[in-house]
């Protein structure tokens, strides 16, 4: 029987993550959230404002918001995203005993589902979500592509770094799912433009017009007046950043460069440590049929990884941006997947000893972080 593990432990590996996921969690609830609570009593009150949209929906149901429901909120998100995540791989891939590995390397990733705990309240994974939910809706009308605009629109009014953290993303599975398949037209490439435009209007728009416009004080003071328990005047630290330019964000992001540079061979270590997706990911993109779709694919993931290169360089939270720009990579291996194709990418090998090494080792790493690697 042990023998039988060492040879394809896979299903000893799920177990494992489940068990690492839960004590992830254990661990986070013991955490002060100090910026996911604040987003939930930041709301629309003085007009328009950035980063508020998740704060203006609570205040639709509660006058006064308890610490518990950032956990609370947090983890009805992550199951969603969870049981999402599970019903495209079993869409997309199955569930067998070949496919097995390939959900360890994707969702037992420390990078995705893990990390997710580990940053439970934050707006990540909304991006995440949404996007999952586009890649199981149907693609064949411009309902897609509007409800893909309308996503996009909620993630960027949820904060407005969602315009390169996700919506590239979006607007990739987009172009496969709909404008590969369909064909592009008048009208359906210039519903695209237009849904673009108006994103991107509402990004300009959050950045630089959506900021408090009373004194920190009198903000600060409504915020208290919004929590249940107002004596927890530590979890208001962050209001600042309401009023902070983006100017005084990119100075200090690179004022903590030096420092914070340190973790980018982690970030390159654990990266390495998903070579056997990476193979297998590149056996997809050469198997498709279509060269164009290929070229297509690889511009995209040029891209999308260019967006996060800027978001490097404008805000320091290096290990939340490495992970989700992971996420989106997984993501997308699942678009290319239903691509058609000349022929069928062997499965990530399920007794290769290399392999099993490195998904142990990914399966044991419980999270990648905030800012700094672990």
């Not at 060492?6 to 690492?20: C, D, T, Y």
């Not at 003085?46 to 610490?67: C, H």
């Not at 009023?243 to 992001?253: G, H, I, N, R, S």
Request: one cysteine or more.
């Amino acid at each position: 029987m042990l023998a039988n593990v060492q040879k394809n432990p896979w299903r000893l590996l799920l177990a494992i993550n489940a068990a690492v996921l839960v004590g992830v969690f254990i661990h986070k609830i013991q955490l002060p959230p100090y910026v996911p609570y604040i987003h939930l009593i930041v709301d629309y009150h003085f007009g328009f404002i950035k980063r508020a949209l998740i704060g203006a929906i609570v205040a639709l149901f509660t006058d006064k918001v308890p610490v518990w429901l950032v956990f609370a909120l947090g983890g009805v998100t992550w199951l969603a995203t969870l049981g999402l995540y599970a019903k495209l791989f079993r869409k997309t891939f199955g569930f067998t005993a070949t496919t097995l590995p390939l959900f360890v390397f994707t969702a037992g990733s420390p990078f995705f589902l893990k990390n997710f705990m580990h940053t439970l309240g934050h707006f990540d994974i909304y991006g995440c979500a949404l996007a999952i939910i586009l890649l199981l809706m149907p693609a064949g009308s411009l309902l897609f592509v509007a409800t893909a605009a309308l996503f996009s629109i909620i993630l960027v009014l949820i904060h407005h770094i969602h315009l390169l953290m996700y919506v590239p993303t979006i607007i990739t599975i987009v172009v496969i799912r709909h404008y590969l398949v369909c064909g592009c037209n008048r009208t359906n490439v210039a519903f695209g433009l237009v849904a673009f435009a108006v994103v991107s209007a509402l990004f300009f728009a959050a950045q630089f017009l959506g900021t408090m416009p009373i004194p920190e004080a009198d903000f600060v003071a409504y915020l208290k007046s919004r929590m249940a328990d107002p004596a927890r005047t530590d979890l208001l630290q962050f209001s600042y950043i309401w009023y902070q330019p983006l100017a005084k964000e990119v100075a200090d992001t690179w004022g903590r460069m030096p420092h914070n540079i340190l973790g980018v061979p982690v970030f390159v270590l654990l990266i390495w440590l998903h070579m056997p997706l990476w193979r297998y990911f590149a056996g997809l993109i050469g198997a498709l049929a279509s060269e164009a779709h290929r070229r297509l694919v690889i511009a995209a993931l040029i891209g999308i990884s260019f967006a996060y290169l800027v978001m490097f360089a404008m805000v320091f939270d290096y290990s939340r941006w490495i992970s989700n720009w992971a996420v989106c990579m997984f993501l997308i291996l699942h678009a290319v997947k239903m691509l058609p194709a000349k022929q069928e990418s062997p499965q990530i090998p399920a007794e290769d000893r290399k392999t099993n090494t490195f998904g142990l080792i990914l399966t044991l790493i419980p999270r990648v972080g905030i800012i700094r690697p672990f």
